[in-house]
Nanobody, 125 residues
Framework: EVQLVESGGGLVQAGGSLRLSCLHS????????IGWFHRAPGKERVGISCISGSDGSTWYEDSVKGRFTISSDNTKNTVYLQMNDLRPEDTAVYYCAARPEKYGSPWTPITINYWGKGTPVTVSS
């Protein structure tokens, strides 16, 4: 059974940092891509970053480039999202997601096979 369990969300002031963790199990990371989406209040779920299990390549949505960093620790079956310089507009529920590796395929909700339950992040101004 595939499981994705997020942790690390919370309340932070603008300019602060948080690190989200996604503990994954039940699939082969080397054949997969894992990453993050967020859903702001009243908006659609949006892909913000992912990492390839096969070659470690990464992708970031434009609004988080230079502020967020995705990484993986294969010894712990965990993918991290380090979020720095947080802004009120980053307030959202953050979801870990995974799919088989699909090179060239956009990181969009319709391409995802597995979802975590989400962890909320609130950034106060």
């Amino acid at each position: 059974e595939v499981q994705l369990v997020e942790s690390g969300g919370g309340l932070v002031q603008a300019g602060g940092s948080l690190r989200l963790s996604c503990l994954h199990s039940g699939f082969t990371f080397n054949d997969s891509a894992i990453g993050w989406f967020h859903r702001a209040p009243g908006k659609e779920r949006v892909g913000i970053s992912c990492i390839s299990g096969s070659d470690g390549s990464t992708w970031y949505e434009d609004s988080v480039k230079g502020r967020f960093t995705i990484s993986s620790d294969n010894t712990k079956n965990t993918v991290y999202l380090q979020m720095n310089d947080l802004r009120p507009e980053d307030t959202a529920v953050y979801y870990c997601a995974a799919r088989p590796e699909k090179y060239g395929s956009p990181w969009t909700p319709i391409t995802i096979n597995y979802w975590g339950k989400g962890t909320p992040v609130t950034v106060s101004s």
